[in-house]
């Protein structure tokens, strides 16, 4: 197969600049741990593949592949039901990648990790389990319109169950939360602020932490999305001081239909369980059921178990090559993108330029974000285009859809130049940039 083009040809000279202050200040080498990802040797369209759309999905490196393997061909039976040696073997690899997941996001005991399919799932057991008992007529959710729909509709509808309201923390023109109009809707005491870590649609890092005592200030519940944070910053969620964190695998170096809810214990607690069969009952008679300990109640049938075990493989690939490593990486790549992007004439970045990811959605000129999409993936250059599950920031902004291009550990400087190469390719071909 193909390698892709040599770290070492950047020919443009502020991007040589950056590198050398990459070299100098990263290690190890981020072209080794690129390496570590197959997928990334891909000709796509007779190009190499030039994958930027981490925000929809990470790529997964081989000792996830791996360990997947490994796992099924070896470990595999059913979890927390067999005496027999296997099943206790496949126990064992099932609670450690929950172990392990606990402790990367600073979780005071295992038991508060529940293995959902991924964030969405998370949002719907937190708005079934405790919306559907705590949430009465009347009550108000505080959401924001940065939201990606995942979470929207399941607050939307809790609300059509309960007759509860929903409020919605309006966005400045820079993307950003505008943090008067949080203050005005937490005067009407909400039972829960819920909203996102990073912005998906533009990148926004929100100010979480402050947001968090705020809420609590007026006594309500916090429930952080974490998809597009867990996959790049160390988050601890005694330090977050959040009640809920919800966060996917997939996006994160690891395998689809698998992610995680971290709540506080107390909470866990009073919660009913999310769906019923077996797995989540201590004990069941013809009259009812008991229900299992935490974070058993949650887990209804038999989970994912390849899938958590792929997520702590992943997880302990992240904490191997280190997420300050990895955001000095990512800060570079950041830094130069924001550079190239903004010098492009006719290109129009949303998001702020400050407290951002390297997550870049845009316009160009009235090239639809489809065609742009379509030109690029033609050079083998993977953007995504269309409202990103973020229908009500595109309403926001009076557009229907944008471009996006997003980064993780395993990109390069040189991408950022085959996306703006590419870029004036489909400028050309449209006849110049109305
Ligand atoms: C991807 C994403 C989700 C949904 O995650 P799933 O893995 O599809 O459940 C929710 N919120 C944000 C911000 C996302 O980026």
């Not at 293995?115 to 959401?143: C, H, M, P, Q, Y």
């Not at 059921?289 to 302990?316: C, D, L, M, Y």
Request: net charge negative; hydrophobic share 40%.
């Amino acid at each position: 197969m193909e390698t892709n083009q040599s770290e070492n040809q950047v020919s443009i000279s502020d991007s040589q600049a950056i590198e050398e202050a990459l070299n100098e200040s990263t290690n190890p080498d981020f072209q080794v741990i690129r390496d570590q990802f197959p997928i990334l040797r891909r000709n796509i369209n007779g190009h190499p593949l030039v994958y930027l759309d981490s925000a929809a999905s990470s790529q997964k490196p081989l000792r996830v592949l791996e360990r997947i393997d490994r796992y099924l061909r070896e470990q595999h039976a059913n979890v927390h039901r067999g005496v027999h040696s296997l099943s206790i073997e496949a126990t064992d690899a099932y609670e450690e990648a929950r172990n392990t997941i606990a402790v990367h996001v600073g979780a005071a005991d295992s038991s508060e990790i529940v293995f959902t399919r991924g964030t969405t799932e998370s949002i719907n057991l937190v708005a079934s389990s405790w919306g559907d008992t705590f949430v009465k007529e009347g009550d108000e959710i505080i959401l924001t319109k940065m939201e990606h729909h995942s979470n929207i509709v399941p607050w939307q509808i809790l609300a059509e169950r309960t007759g509860a309201r929903l409020n919605y923390v309006d966005v400045t023109a820079d993307g950003r939360l505008d943090m008067n109009d949080l203050d005005r809707l937490l005067e009407r005491r909400p039972k829960l602020v819920s909203f996102t870590h990073v912005s998906n649609g533009m990148g926004t890092l929100n100010p979480v932490i402050d947001i968090v005592e705020r809420a609590h200030a007026v006594g309500a519940l916090t429930l952080i999305d974490g998809a597009q944070a867990a996959p790049h910053l160390q988050i601890n969620v005694e330090e977050l001081g959040c009640d809920f964190y919800a966060f996917s695998a997939h996006k994160m170096c690891g395998p689809t239909g698998v992610g995680a809810l971290w709540g506080r214990r107390d909470l866990f607690e009073i919660m009913p369980p999310y769906q019923s069969g077996g797995e989540m009952i201590s004990e069941v008679t013809l009259e009812g059921s008991r229900w299992a300990e935490v974070p058993h109640k949650f887990e209804a049938g038999t989970p994912n178990i390849s899938g958590v075990v792929g997520f702590g493989e992943a997880v302990q690939f992240l904490n191997d090559v280190g997420l300050d490593t990895i955001a000095v990486h990512e800060n570079s790549l950041k830094k130069y993108a924001l550079e190239r992007l903004t010098a492009v004439e006719g290109l129009t970045l949303y998001g702020p330029r400050e407290e951002r990811t390297s997550v870049f959605s845009f316009t160009y000129g009235d090239i639809h974000p489809h065609d742009l999409s379509t030109i690029l993936d033609q050079n083998g250059i993977a953007i995504r285009a269309g409202h990103h599950c973020n229908q009500p920031l595109m309403d926001h902004f009076g557009i229907s859809a944008t471009a996006r291009a997003s980064f993780y550990l395993y990109n390069t400087h040189n991408e950022v130049d085959a996306l703006c190469e590419g870029l004036q390719m489909a400028a050309k071909v449209f006849g110049g940039i109305a």
